[in-house]
C-alpha cells in the first residue's frame, strides 16, 4: 500500500525567504511522486512531478523537489518566497507501472507575509 | 485547449435529498477520475474509469454513490441520499491514459444541510 505524510499543516515564511514544505511517502513499488498547488476555489495544478529520472526535478513558478529514496522524502523547496506563492500545497504518489489513481498527503497551507 | 469541465460550482441541499455533479474530460482523455476532499484533507479517490469501463471503485460508498461514464466521454457523479458528511468537494480529473499527468477541474462544492 502506497502512502504520503506531509510534516506541518502549515508554514510560514517572509517574503523573499527559503520555502521548504516536506513530504515522505511510503511505497513497496518504484513510486511516481507529485507536487500540486491548489489556490482558493479552484483545481488542482502540478507543480513538478517525478517519475524515475532525475532525482532533482524542476517545476513551474521556480519551485524544486529532490527524490531521496533513502530518506523516503520528496520535499518541495524554493530559494526565494513571493505573495503570489500562497495557497495550498498536496504531495502526492502513484504506482508507476500500474497507473493507479493518486494518493494525496493531507496539504500543506503556505502563508507568505511581506 | 479546454480544461476539464464541472457543473454545478456550488450546491446547497438537505440531508436525505439527492444531487447529481457532472464533469466533460478533456477531448480526448480516455482516463477520468472523482475525487471528495474533505475540509483540512487531501482528495480522495472515489472512482475511476478508463473509456466508459470502471477501474477502481474500491472507495465509493455503492450504497449511496453511483456514477456512469456513457460514451466514454462525460460523466455525472450522483449521491442519493446525502448525508452530512458528503459536505466537501468533488474533483474530476481526466488524463489521456491511466499512466499519465492528470489535469483537475474546478471542483464542485457540496454543502449538505
Known amino acids: 500500500a502506497q502512502s504520503v505524510t506531509q510534516l506541518g499543516s502549515h508554514v510560514s515564511v517572509s517574503e523573499g525567504a527559503l520555502v521548504l514544505l516536506r513530504c515522505n511517502y511510503s511505497?513497496?513499488?518504484?513510486?511516481?511522486l507529485f507536487w500540486y498547488v491548489q489556490y482558493p476555489n479552484q483545481g488542482l495544478q502540478l507543480l513538478l512531478k517525478y517519475t524515475s529520472a532525475a532525482t532533482l526535478v524542476k517545476g513551474i513558478n521556480g519551485f524544486e523537489a529532490e527524490f531521496k529514496k533513502s530518506e523516503t522524502s520528496f520535499h518541495l523547496t524554493k530559494p526565494s518566497a513571493h505573495m503570489s506563492d500562497a495557497a495550498e500545497y498536496f504531495c502526492a504518489v502513484s504506482d508507476q507501472q500500474a497507473g493507479t489513481a493518486l494518493i494525496f498527503g493531507k496539504g500543506t497551507t503556505l502563508s507568505v507575509s511581506s | 485547449e479546454a480544461g476539464v469541465a464541472q457543473s454545478p460550482r456550488y450546491k446547497i441541499i438537505e440531508k436525505r435529498q439527492s444531487v447529481a455533479f457532472w464533469c466533460n474530460p478533456i477531448s480526448g482523455h480516455a482516463t477520468l477520475y472523482w475525487y471528495q476532499q474533505i475540509l483540512g484533507q487531501g482528495p480522495k479517490l472515489l472512482i475511476q474509469f478508463q473509456n466508459n469501463g470502471v477501474v477502481d471503485d474500491s472507495q465509493l460508498p455503492k450504497d449511496r454513490f453511483s456514477a456512469e461514464r456513457l460514451k466514454g466521454v462525460d460523466s455525472t457523479l450522483k449521491i442519493q441520499p446525502a448525508k452530512l458528511e458528503d459536505s466537501a468537494v468533488y474533483l474530476c480529473?481526466?488524463?489521456?491514459?491511466?499512466?499519465?499527468?492528470?489535469?483537475f477541474g474546478p471542483g464542485t462544492r457540496l454543502t449538505v444541510l
Open positions: 480529473a481526466s488524463s489521456l491514459d491511466y499512466n499519465n499527468e492528470q489535469f
Open positions: 511505497s513497496s513499488v518504484p513510486p511516481y
